[in-house]
């Protein structure tokens, strides 16, 4: 079946730093990936949806110019988490839409900002 | 209000055991998704349906668009299904809106 790889699947990183997650759909392409935020225990909530070539649209609430998105190519996004800050810390997972609109999710990355 | 509530949000079985898993949503949807996520995150996909009834291997899913109410069924179930397993109501514009999860655990 499809995949969907993210890198990286953890990472650490020191309040002020920028941290840049990859969401790559691995055998298919994906005009349109959507990045979401897992809060634990808690329902993931969509940040925003990635668009191949155009900017992303980003949901109520979440600052683009916090969280940079880029689709760059049909089988790339990557968010860019800029500046941050302890309250960052979360998982954030992608996923990628195929042509006959299933969506697939990678696996996931927990950030952890000190 | 949640748009998508499920029920239970937390299930123990003994391995064997028919499990169901209940899904309700006020939106309408074009495709509902379940998704099974397991202890360090990762999200499967198990299934999308937008009527009827799927089956893979033990797992059964099925939906009724009128009553806008899913299932996820395990037949067998088995220690390495525990995990939170979470359904997505894929709106037209193809965003999803999930559940808060049911949190499943098989015990030997």
């Known amino acids: 079946g499809a995949v969907v790889s993210q890198h990286p699947s953890r990472v650490i990183c020191k309040s002020g730093t920028s941290v840049k997650i990859e969401c790559r759909s691995l055998d298919f392409q994906a005009t349109t990936m959507f990045w979401y935020r897992q809060f634990p225990k808690k329902s993931l909530m969509l940040m925003a949806t990635s668009n191949e070539g155009s900017k992303a649209t980003y949901e109520q609430g979440v600052e683009k110019d916090k969280f940079l998105i880029n689709h760059a190519s049909l089988t790339l996004s990557t968010l860019t988490v800029t500046s941050a800050h302890p309250e960052d810390s979360s998982f954030y997972i992608c996923?990628?839409?195929?042509?006959?609109?299933?969506?697939?999710f990678g696996p996931g990355t927990r950030l952890l900002v000190l | 209000k949640n748009e998508v509530e499920q029920s239970p949000q937390n299930l123990t079985a003994q391995e064997g055991e028919f499990i169901t898993i209940n899904c309700s949503y006020s939106?309408?949807?074009?495709?509902l998704h379940w998704l099974q996520q397991h202890p360090g995150g990762g999200i499967v996909s198990l299934f999308m349906?937008?009527?009827g009834k799927k089956k893979h291997g033990r797992l059964i899913a099925t939906i009724n668009i009128q009553e806008k109410h899913s299932s996820l069924h395990i037949t067998a179930s088995h220690p390495r299904d525990s995990a939170v397993y979470i359904c997505a109501a894929h709106g037209s514009n193809y965003k999803l809106t999930f559940g808060k999860g049911t949190l499943l655990t098989v015990n030997p």
């Open positions: 939106v309408g949807i074009s495709a």
């Open positions: 996923s990628a839409r195929d042509q006959a609109e299933t969506q697939y």
């Open positions: 349906l937008s009527s």
